[in-house]
């Protein structure tokens, strides 16, 4: 399908011939983050259970963030104990549309892992193509593979702010996030001033598969995210933008990652925040007051 997409009927042509393929579980989500008794109970045979929160993140100060990018080191520690070495094939996956599995992705390649793949469909993709699951554990003998990060563009908290001004920066989490309604984990409620929004999920279709590129490239262009501008994508912790940024990627455009994204700047009380359902006006934030808050009209106290 796409050198980042691969089928069910593919994985499984994987799995039976000679190459090396190495599958990763990556079960996460917010209400359910230990993965691990799902894995337990049934996973794709082969497949090694990866913690997000303690494999795909390093764990800093509220300032870094709720997921702060692995250091190379650890990451490659841990890909390591995944088993997986150099040349090989990974394959990710999970059983949340994609939303986690694209972490993982994202970090790999990153970190120069040439070929690595999203089971499109996730775990359900799987299932319903009638193929087994295997219960347990699975033991793998401990990979070489050599890791340096650097390959993908991501953004610092600067470089956002910057964006949102000169560039197209989306937020791509749910609108009643975005619009500062609701804010279930982080300090603050509401969105980078001058973000726009284009929750992830539409990326998907009801199964959870990837859409067509020319539909994804559409749907970006309707929020001013189209090749001829710098685009920058965040969402709570820089898990599901992940997802958007393989999104845009399939759609041939070139996307930058926040990594620390909402969970860092709703940390930082120096920076403005927006609420409603418009950008908002980006503005830099005035040392050694409270941070205002950015709406539709402008700048409120």
Known sequence: MSDILITADELAALIDGAAPVRILDVRWRLDRPDGRPDYLAGHIPGAVYVDLDHELAAHGSPADGRHPVPTSAALQESARGWGIDDG????VYDDLRSLSAARAWWLLTDAGIADVRILDGALSA???SGRAREVGPVAVAPGSVVLESGRLAALTIDEAASLAT???LIDVRAAERYRGETEPIDPRAGHIPGARNLPTTANIDADGRFLAPDTVRAQFAEVGATVDAP?????GSGVTASHAFVALTLAGLTPQLYPGSWSQWSNHPDRHVAVGPNPGAPVPPTAGRHPETASAGGLVP
């Open 88 to 91: 090989d094939t990974v394959v």
């Open 126 to 128: 799987w299932t319903t």
């Open 166 to 168: 000169d560039g197209v």
């Open 231 to 235: 685009i920058g994508v965040y969402c």
